[in-house]
């Protein structure tokens, strides 16, 4: 359980003027050399900032001491956060209608802290098999209260007299937070700072407790889960997590293709349309944010698809056992957060999958950087505007999720709106009518597919539109089953949509009616359950192909070719009729295994099954 702040290894302030540009106006640092924060003012204020009144942006950064290595080995990383704020916009207008703007009087800065994941690492349980990275790739979230307290304080000082006697606030805030280090003194730890005098470090390893009355929930029940979050920080805007449930209402179905293209270890960039116009009034804002997307929001959809997408500690032996090539190296696929221009070289030399944003337009036409792009509107829903993914190879074609993600999809939205609307007396009522499968989705022809879109609400229509349309194979094959089962192919239909009955289940379980704490952690296991059982059958497949090929040729370990059949893409959850299904099987079986697999096969292309 986390109980302590991580340790900073640097606190910086950056400024952007629209007549000198971008500035790093203050700073303060262990180590010039490790934490060197050259460019952190283009991480720190990304392009679109202007037109939002406050932010906040996590990137990542290369440490100081890669030797002239081009390669970024992912244990040398640092995290940073920062908080960007602009002076009130609406105490600059003249007292007229006009919400016209002297921008030579905005003020934009950014307040931020780095965090060495080393150093977090030692905060975790020594006994552990491992650090539990997702804690790592969240530390320096814990301090965006505190430094959004400090930036306000600076940003009501009037003068330059004013804001370099603030600083003192600054040095303090970062004496407090600093990591020390008694015992390594060739890793130098001299603390330095711009406009600051030096200090020697005390030898000792300072961290700040909180309250100890603070509970706490952790979530080590489920099999994947390894954190444990203050519960003074649970609402919509503490932690990450939370991103989870606004990303699900923000891509819908797109969701699982995404989450598909990350057990790739897809290099995915999500890349944010910025909003037209220059700079908004505090009052405008606020009448959008519901609608408005801001890089934080980003920041958050990053971390939870590393969260759901990670592998479970039970199955991460099993996959070991499976003789899976490169383990250590894929068994996350580690979020960058966002980055800009400045970043194009640092992301260049980083080898294997990773999750990331960006701002900046101009770094879609970097192909070479990404293998996927997310593009999500920042004003979503207005004239139409809705997420897309493309792949880097084909810009102008958009991959859409599979028509059985889609009714996994508008299932899971729906036994959510049921546990979140109804109170304990209305459960069972209501899990009658939501746990029958075939009372959503009847298996005949007219009812899946086009008679389906008709059927839903105008919020179902948006995410019907995300999703590809079902073939005309299983359309065909639906309705022979049906006749030749006389209706009773609704059994099968139920058995298709296990885990998303589980996770109604789940939310029912709870002992008042599900909060948000109680959603996220069960949306949290339900990804975790689909990718424990997408490699489980896996596994099983590699283990039976392997004795298949002993018995056959005496040789341990074969690199035979793997089958995969229609009925087994239905056990791992994936859709039979669905080539992109099949080729993410195809893939997956490369990337984790190095084998080559054979989807479908004959009977497959013919419906036969």
Known sequence: MVTELPPISAVFLCKFDVHSGYDLHWYKTNNDHLYDLKGVEFSSLPSGLHSVSSDTIMFARQKGDMDGDDH?????????????????????????????????????????????????????????????????????WQYRKE????????????????????????????????????????????????????????MTFLTNQPDPSSPTISTDELTSIDMSIDASEYDTESHL???????????????????????????????????????????????????????QDMCKFIYSLSLISS?????????????????????????????????????????????????????????????????????????????????????????????????????????????????????????????????????VVSSVGQKRASQTTDGDSYYV??????????????GISWWATAGESSKEIDEKYTLENALFQDLEEADATPDKIDIIISLIGYFQRKTDRLFVSLIELMLNEDSDAFNEHGVEGSSATVCIHPHDMLEMGLDPYSSTDCKLLQELVHVWWGRDADVGGVCARMCCF
């Open 147 to 202: 430094l959004s307290h400090l930036l306000d304080g600076f940003m009501l000082c009037s003068g330059s007299i004013a804001e370099k006697a603030y600083f003192s606030k600054f040095d303090a805030f970062f004496d407090k937070h600093k990591y020390r280090l008694a015992y390594e003194p060739e890793i130098g730890l001299e603390v330095s700072s711009h406009n600051a005098k030096i200090n020697t470090p005390k």
């Open 465 to 478: 539109e995300l999703a590809e349309k079902i073939s005309l194979q299983e359309m065909i094959w639906q």
């Open 72 to 140: 970024v080995s992912k244990d040398k990383l640092l995290y940073g956060i920062s908080i960007f704020h602009q002076n009130k916009l609406d105490d600059q207008k003249n007292g007229t209608t006009s919400v016209s703007v002297d921008r030579s009087c905005v003020k934009m800065y950014s307040l931020g802290v780095l965090i060495d994941p080393v150093h977090v690492s030692l905060l975790q349980d020594m006994s552990a098999d491992s650090p539990w990275k997702p804690r790592v790739y969240s530390a320096c």
């Open 311 to 443: 592998i479970p500690k039970k199955l991460k032996r099993q996959l070991v056992k499976s003789d899976v090539k490169n383990m250590d190296e894929i068994e996350f696929n580690l979020p960058f957060y966002n980055f800009c221009i400045n970043d194009i070289d640092f992301v260049k030399n980083i080898s294997g999958g990773f999750l990331a944003c960006t701002t900046d337009q101009i770094l879609l036409e970097k192909r070479d950087l990404y293998d996927y792009c997310v593009r999500i509107p920042s004003n979503l829903g207005h004239g139409g505007a809705k997420p897309a993914i493309f792949s880097s190879q084909d810009a102008s074609t958009s991959i859409h999720a599979t028509h059985r993600d889609l009714e996994a999809f508008l299932l899971v939205k729906q036994f959510i709106e049921a546990s979140t609307a109804l109170g304990d007396a209305e459960m069972d009522t209501s899990r009658a009518s939501f746990t029958s499968m075939s009372s959503l989705i009847t298996p």
């Open 241 to 295: 997590v939370f991103g989870l449930e606004t990303m699900l209402e923000v891509l819908g179905p797109l969701v699982y293709e995404i989450w598909k293209l990350s057990l790739l270890r897809k290099r995915i960039l999500f890349y944010m349309v910025p909003e037209n116009g220059s700079v908004v009034s505090i009052q405008e804002e606020q009448r959008t944010e519901k609608s408005l997307l801001k890089v």
